[in-house]
């Protein structure tokens, strides 16, 4: 890959574009290529330098990729560019102590001076109600061999259970919170808080065992 041209990494990408294209619509990437050169030539970026103080917080925090808290989860907690190490993820679950979510969690605390986590899920998240039947449902619409999902399954990989959300998301914000505790390699003095917030208001409460969420 390293010896790959520019010429040639643009006709795999626009390959690819063009069978994404066919199933997906019309990529955006043309578009943002194009904002992206006037961003840069107009100085734009300037208004994100960081301003914040970089140890004000030094807090990582693991959420939802909603997009919703894009920009209401740093506002509403007065996070300014460059004042904490955020992680998300899919209803901010944290399912696996070796993966990837983990394993940046570790790093903020060691490498970042991080040294406090929270742990923020929110009201009304899609992984709540996400189907994993109906998801597979769509990648086989979407051109997903059927039989790859049989033989995954054969192969002992439980895709339904690996697709699954949760049922109350005080729940797994206290199940992600615990799973970041007990983990062999972090301090044993680390403060984790488990929070909700409202996706719409920006209100935050403390996930709470036996919340009707
Ligand atoms: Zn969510």
């Known amino acids: 890959m390293a010896s790959i ?5 643009r006709r795999l990408c626009s390959a690819t574009l063009t069978a994404a294209s066919f199933k997906h619509g ?46 209401l989860l740093p506002a509403a907690l007065n996070i300014k560019q460059g004042e904490a190490k955020i992680i998300k993820t899919a209803g901010a679950i944290l399912s696996h102590p070796w ?7 570790i790093v903020a605390l060691y490498e970042l001076r991080a040294s406090e986590v929270f742990v923020i899920g929110h009201d009304d998240c899609g992984m709540r109600t996400v189907a994993p039947a109906s998801v597979m449902g769509k990648m086989v ?22 697709l699954k959300g949760f049922n109350s998301v005080d729940e797994s914000v206290l199940t992600a919170v615990r799973a970041v505790k007990t983990h ?3 301090p044993p003095d680390l403060k984790v808080a488990g929070l909700v917030i ?16």
């Not at 993966?99 to 969690?105: K, L, Q, Y």
Request: net charge positive; glycine share 10%; proline share 4%.
């Open 5 to 9: 041209t520019r010429a040639a990494a």
């Open 26 to 71: 019309e990529s955006r990437l043309g578009a943002i290529m194009a904002h992206n050169a006037n961003f840069v030539r107009s100085g734009a970026y300037n208004d994100f330098k960081v301003t914040g103080n970089p140890d004000a917080l030094r807090c990582v925090i693991l959420t939802c990729m909603d997009s919703r808290l894009t920009h």
């Open 99 to 105: 993966g990837g979510i983990m394993r940046s969690i």
């Open 141 to 162: 619409a979407a051109g997903v061999p059927e039989d790859r999902l049989r033989v995954l399954e054969a192969a002992g990989v439980d895709v339904g259970k690996w």
């Open 184 to 186: 062999p390699l972090v």
């Open 198 to 213: 409202d996706p719409v208001t920006g209100a935050l409460r403390e996930a709470a065992a036996g919340a009707a969420t």
